[in-house]
């Protein structure tokens, strides 16, 4: 669970005991370790975090020339780069990488801070690799070691149905993340390897009946992950070239989020960077015991929560997209308008993934690499970095920039969509609250004391 | 802006009359905002005279926007203080709480 550890830190965590290192590991430590010492009541701390956003956008509304905000978006350098070549030795090496990690999974040692396989996924691949998707460029297709095998292997390639759109990446994202929160996914070897060879046989199987296009453009939610969180990077490709651009500009582009489906992906992925956070609160605890007690069965609590918590969120951007209609008395039905601005919202969620990991990441690198170099007998007690104190207070920087690039982006979007200017800041009225009440409770979740999650 | 917003999906209440942009088939809100829009997405196919009017009506939008503006400037004012104050009402010394808010508590120690 890597709420668990959140309050305490990485560094505080790994300086009791051994056994609470590898518990730890599942954790990106420093955010909730930011508040540990506040000399400020949380309501203030709360109330900060939301001023800077409502301020942000009240700076960003000053920007009023159409000309300045096209060229910042518009600004781009382009490269050429044989990118097709390159990517079969990539795809090669990570097909090795992934039978690697199957096999240290099930033969390595026990202890999570020893085996390569939990290293790899956790600290390497989902803390890493994840944050160079959304802070330089989105390497996944020429890295997806199963789209690799699945173009090796022969498929049926029926015909994708296309009533089930993206719900299907909804509904295995939803489920990735529900896996993770109950189940000690990090802490042990052989479940992780476990899960990684279920995953493996159902997205084979799926790219075998589909063929590998449909299942990595539409089912497949990892490959989705990677596609948004690329779009929030300064390089993105296009055919064979490579182009820079400053970070967020290609989220202003239409038909990127295209239809209530992807909207849905896009606010999931939002949601569950949130869930894994709240499940450590205790007001999750209480309501999670309340529910229990009442006669809801246990099991049914975890999965409930996500779905409730879900339903919520789509609620609220949909009522935002709804409103926002009104403020800016515009004809665009709500649909068309969530569809526009669910972009923006993949900032705050790359912002909040780097304040959970980054530090996670760091202090564990020395125990990756050490790992890596010897899958089968890494050193008795791996070196871990301690991270310095100030740390914390970067994390909260990490939650506050992808806000205000969210802001911007919005903002952005909002004068390309509408042709006039009062009428685009008035568009995002309902977008800066919803953004606002966001933060608060986000900076809540990470402030509030941690404990353990019933149930699990 | 570009030919994508042609694609737009709209809805206009039956009981309004927009005014259908003569390019795109865009219904727009008021006449100014049809200017606005053949200006910013039609630029190529407008003669003289509306290029003339998308001039005007930017410029009397740009001079609108200066009164909302200071409004903002004002917000941001009153936002600022009431900070401000709520942080001197809070603490006794703005400024260090506002760095204390962001740091955080010593490490105990290494392993
Ligand atoms: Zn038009």
Known sequence: MRTRWLRRGLGVALATTVGFVGRALAHGGSLRAATGSLSIPTWLFLLTGGGVVGASFLLASFVTDRAFI??????????????????????AVSVVALFGVVAVGFLGPTDPLRNAAILVVWVGWWA????????????????????????????????????????????????LIWLEVVSPLADEPRLLAGVVVGYSVATLAGAAVYGSDAWFDRV?????????????????????????????????????????DEIAFVVALLWVTTYDGFVGTPVWADLARG??????????????????????????????????????????????????????????????????????????????????????????????????????????????????????VAH????????????????????????????????????????????? | M??????????????????????????????????????????????????ERFRETYAAESESLRSFRLKLLGLLVVLYFAFLFVYSYVTTDPISAGMVATARGPIVGAL
């Not at chain 1, 096209?70 to 795809?91: F, N």
């Not at chain 1, 300064?234 to 070239?241: A, G, H, S």
């Open chain 1, 70 to 91: 096209r060229a910042v978006h518009e600004w781009r350098r382009v490269a050429d780069a044989p990118l097709a070549v390159a990517r079969r030795a990539t795809r």
């Open chain 1, 128 to 175: 890493g690799y994840v944050a160079t998707v959304y802070l330089l460029g989105n390497s996944w297709p020429a890295l997806n070691p199963w789209r690799a095998l699945a173009e090796w292997l022969p498929s049926l390639d029926r015909a994708y149905p296309e009533r089930f759109g993206a719900w299907p990446s909804v509904v295995g994202l939803l489920a």
């Open chain 1, 220 to 260: 497949d939610p990892v490959s989705r992950v990677f596609r948004y969180y690329g779009r929030v990077a300064p390089l993105q490709r296009t055919d064979d070239r490579l182009e820079l651009r400053p970070p967020g500009a290609a989220l202003t582009e239409p038909r990127l989020v295209d239809g209530r």
């Open chain 1, 291 to 408: 529910a229990v007690g009442l006669g809801v069965p246990a099991v049914a609590v975890y999965p409930a929560g996500l779905l409730i918590g879900f339903a919520a969120f789509l609620g609220a951007y949909r009522l935002a997209s709804r409103s926002a209609r009104e403020t800016a008395e515009t004809y665009l039905t709500p649909d068309a308008i969530a569809r526009r601005f669910a972009p923006s919202l993949l900032p705050i969620a790359a912002g909040y993934h780097l304040a959970h990991f980054l530090g996670y990441f760091l202090s564990l690198s020395p125990a990756l690499t050490a790992a890596v170099t010897s899958p089968l007998s890494p050193p008795l007690n791996p070196v871990l970095i301690v991270l310095p104190g100030w740390f914390g207070g970067l994390a909260v920087a990490f939650v506050l920039v992808g806000h205000l690039v969210a802001v911007w």
């Open chain 1, 412 to 456: 952005a979007t909002a004068y390309e969509v509408f042709p006039g200017r009062l009428q685009a800041v008035r568009s995002q009225y309902p977008f800066v609250v919803v953004m606002v009440l966001y933060t608060m409770s986000s900076l809540w979740i990470v402030s509030a004391p941690d404990v353990t999650p019933p149930f699990v």
């Open chain 2, 2 to 51: 570009s030919s994508e917003t042609a694609t737009h999906e709209t809805r206009v209440p039956p009981d309004e009359s927009p005014a259908e942009c003569p390019y795109c088939q865009r219904p727009l809100e008021s006449a100014e905002l049809l200017t606005l829009h053949k200006g910013l997405d039609h630029w190529e196919r407008l003669d003289d005279d509306e290029r």
